[in-house]
């Protein structure tokens, strides 16, 4: 584990360096103080690891914006519903309210890169750390590619005065090129021993980030023609699929399977130490050094702006036989308790289902009055319910894991048009083995129900099963609006929040099987209300019924979701236009 004490202690001295380009990154060292040991090179590459993605909830004051916590990454998505309006898609984000544009860890990488040879290390110890550098400068433009496009490359440190300060952006060409030639970097001289506490880059975490960035952006090109790049989107998804041919070659990693589907998988999710087997990078929580996270509290009962899960995508989840649950006749009418039985063992390890239990013993249904669709996410909660409220949270949360590099391997060959039967069997026929599934074969013919409800434009059998599947396996960790942006499908966050199907009001319903009602759906809240029953109300404007007095959940039936292809780039914030006047908004934006 990296040590967190040298974090502190070194972030301290870089002081803080948030927005402005030319301010130095090192308040108290000078380079021949800064880089005149091996520790110091650690010391100073370590503060890189703060640009990771932690498990932070989102609060009041970052709600509704495009801030990447880990936990609540899937906010913006297609298969969750939230409790809080997203102005992205609503209305009334602008370039005043943006955020993102901020350079100051670009600032310390490119100090580093322009002063660390001349430590006197040896060669081999000092590209070790060059190249975690530059795994870093290859994640920060990663992220800014992915939210604004165009973005202006800047390889050097600049100091007050220097024109380039003021320049424009340059070309999405340029900047993803050199984004590939610094993961390559990363990849040929970070050591490649594997890291059994997940929390050090490594050469074999630079590949896998490799893959993901390599199939975000020939996916993108394919799928975004106005750019005039579809011509080499193949090569980047070859880079993409031979990355992760590499990790999967090695035989470093595997899929976590201890026979037990019915656990096998969550327990990546909530175990203290890192399941290294599987789990490459992790923000790595831990009850000695009293490091917490309140991920278990963000989806707990107490939890405000949780995300939860909508039966759209519900739905899509195999039965246990590999069939589809869409192939069931009814399968729209099934109540909860029935339709959450004989289905891949990843769900409900994801969401709470009839059976869960705390660790007190005591039976857990899904709480519609956090989880307003009835599908209530458990994938990080510890089961202890003293997590719930207490913020101490011990479980470390998966960054990059082997499962997706298995998908971008598929993926990227399926999108290529050249996935054959055996890369089937060792990425997604391996997936659903550990979900338990039993028939794991890919599947004759398109899934209607995908088609229609998800992918209208996808014709191809492993591409949609490997986008069904991606959704499920990752589902909540952060990766969806990514997703939807490379496949140029966000179209579909527009779609309505539904939630489970309820026969009739006034009723009181058993969620989970444990001889208790949970909840009734009413037009009112009774006067003599059933302890332990939470009293839905469908109000016919924010929450209604599909059909009038019973069917499908609907939540937040009366908003307006748009998402109109311009917001496939997020706004340059307003004052950085004011500043730099050689910037352009993003078309459909707003200007100063």
């Given at each position: 584990m990296r040590h967190l004490t040298f974090i502190i202690a070194f972030c301290f001295l870089l002081g803080a360096c948030k927005k402005v380009l030319d301010k130095n990154p090192v308040d108290s060292l000078t380079p021949s103080q800064a880089f005149s040991s091996e520790q110091n090179l650690q010391l100073y590459v370590n503060s890189f690891y703060q640009m990771l993605p932690n498990a932070l909830k989102i609060t009041g004051a970052n709600a509704g914006t495009l801030e990447d916590y880990y936990i609540s990454g899937d906010i913006m998505s297609d298969v969750t519903a939230w409790s809080q309006n997203l102005p992205y898609l609503t209305g009334g984000?602008?370039?005043?309210?943006?955020?993102?544009?901020?350079?100051?860890?670009?600032?310390?990488?490119?100090?580093?890169?322009?002063?660390?040879?001349?430590?006197?290390?040896?060669?081999?110890?000092?590209?070790?750390?060059?190249?975690?550098?530059?795994?870093?400068?290859?994640?920060?433009?990663?992220?800014?590619?992915k939210r604004f496009g165009n973005v202006p490359w800047y390889g050097k440190v600049l100091t007050s005065g220097d024109s380039l300060l003021y320049k424009k952006a340059d070309p999405r060409t340029l900047v993803m090129d050199s984004v590939l030639a610094d993961i390559n970097g990363a990849v040929q001289t970070i050591s490649d021993k594997k890291d059994n506490s997940a929390s050090n880059i490594t050469k074999w975490v630079a590949l896998a980030l490799k893959s993901r960035i390599c199939l975000f952006e020939g996916t993108f090109r394919k799928y975004h023609p106005e750019l005039g790049l579809a011509a080499s989107a193949n090569a980047w998804l070859k880079d993409a699929a031979d990355a992760a041919a590499e990790i999967m070659n090695s035989n470093l990693y595997s899929l976590v399977s201890s026979?037990?589907?019915?656990?096998?998988?969550?327990?990546?999710?909530?175990?203290?130490?890192?399941?290294?087997?599987?789990?490459?990078?992790?923000?790595?929580?831990?009850?000695?050094?009293?490091?917490?996270?309140?991920?278990?509290?963000?989806?707990?009962?107490?939890?405000?702006?949780?995300?939860?899960?909508?039966?759209?995508?519900?739905?899509?989840?195999?039965?246990?036989?590999?069939?589809?649950?869409?192939?069931?006749?009814?399968?729209?009418?099934?109540?909860?308790?029935?339709?959450?039985?004989?289905?891949?063992?990843?769900?409900?390890?994801?969401?709470?289902?009839?059976?869960?239990?705390?660790?007190?013993?005591?039976?857990?249904?899904p709480y519609l009055g956090a989880a307003y669709t009835g599908y209530q996410i458990l994938k990080f909660?510890?089961?202890?319910?003293?997590?719930?409220?207490?913020?101490?949270?011990?479980?470390?949360?998966?960054?990059?894991?082997?499962?997706?590099?298995?998908?971008?391997?598929?993926?990227?060959?399926?999108?290529?048009?050249?996935?054959?039967?055996?890369?089937?069997n060792k990425t997604i026929a391996l997936l659903r083995q550990r979900a338990g599934i039993t028939n794991t074969a890919m599947p004759a013919t398109v899934d209607g129900y995908l088609k229609d409800n998800f992918y209208t434009d996808i014709n191809s059998v492993p591409v949609m099963e490997i986008r069904r599947e991606r959704a499920i396996e990752l589902v909540a960790e952060g990766f969806r609006y990514d997703d939807l942006k490379r496949w140029k499908a966000a179209k579909l966050l527009e779609k309505e929040k539904d939630g489970m199907y309820v026969p009739e009001m006034n009723k009181l319903y058993d969620l989970n099987e444990d001889g208790k009602a949970d909840v009734s759906f009413v037009a009112a809240n009774p006067a003599n209300p059933v302890a332990g029953v939470y009293y839905f109300v469908i109000d016919n404007k924010t929450t209604k019924l599909s059909l009038g007095d019973h069917g499908r959940i609907l939540w937040q039936a009366n908003m307006v979701r748009q998402f109109d292809d311009y917001k496939y780039f997020a706004p340059i914030p307003y004052n950085e236009l004011l500043i730099n006047p050689n910037l352009q908004q993003n078309a459909g934006w707003d200007h100063p």
């Open positions: 984000y602008t370039s005043k309210v943006a955020q993102g544009w901020d350079w100051g860890n670009l600032r310390n990488i490119n100090y580093f890169l322009e002063h660390y040879r001349a430590a006197p290390v040896p060669d081999a110890r000092k590209e070790h750390f060059g190249g975690i550098a530059r795994f870093f400068r290859a994640w920060f433009y990663f992220d800014k590619v026979n037990n589907p019915a656990k096998d998988y969550r327990s990546l999710f909530i175990s203290e130490n890192p399941v290294s087997a599987e789990v490459m990078l992790a923000a790595v929580y831990n009850n000695n050094l009293k490091k917490w996270n309140n991920v278990t509290g963000f989806f707990s009962d107490y939890g405000q702006y949780q995300p939860v899960l909508i039966k759209r995508f519900m739905n899509t989840y195999l039965n246990i036989d590999g069939t589809p649950f869409t192939d069931k006749p009814g399968f729209d009418t099934i109540r909860f308790s029935g339709e959450v039985k004989g289905r891949d063992a990843r769900l409900a390890q994801t969401i709470r289902t009839p059976g869960y239990k705390r660790t007190d013993g005591s039976a857990a249904a909660s510890i089961d202890d319910k003293a997590y719930d409220l207490n913020g101490q949270g011990y479980n470390s949360i998966p960054i990059i894991r082997y499962a997706e590099v298995l998908l971008n391997y598929a993926e990227a060959k399926a999108e290529a048009g050249d996935l054959t039967g055996g890369d089937w």
